[in-house]
């Protein structure tokens, strides 16, 4: 099967018998974990250039909130300023004139 993600690949994997992965990034991680839900009969082989499964990423600090959750954009446009980005569509507007010049 050369596309996992594709309905009649999926249909494929079902029917009995042993299944080889290529390679153990993260679509074949999917692909893995699909495929014990459907509870098939037949092994499932990974098999990876390097011998390794993808790695965690490192952990890191959440994202600071930005955005006030009683007084909520109702656009996207609203949320830009809100961001943290600080530019209005007036400082947009002067800086295309100066660039312009």
Do not use: W
């Not at 459907?38 to 011998?51: A, D, P, Q, Y």
């Not at 909520?72 to 400082?91: M, N």
Request: aromatic letters at 2%; proline letters at 8%; charged letters at 30%.
């Amino acid at each position: 099967m050369k596309q996992p993600v594709r309905r009649r690949s999926s249909c494929e994997a079902r029917r009995a018998g042993d299944i080889l992965i290529i390679g153990t990034g993260l679509t074949s991680l999917d692909l893995l974990l699909t495929l014990d839900k459907t509870k098939r009969e037949g092994k499932i082989h990974l098999l990876s250039r390097r011998g390794l499964f993808p790695q965690p990423h490192k952990k890191a600090a959440p994202y600071p909130a930005f955005l006030d959750p009683d007084n909520l954009p109702k656009t996207a446009r609203g949320a830009v300023p809100a961001r943290g980005h600080g530019i209005t569509s007036s400082q947009c507007a002067r800086d295309r004139l100066a660039s312009r010049a």
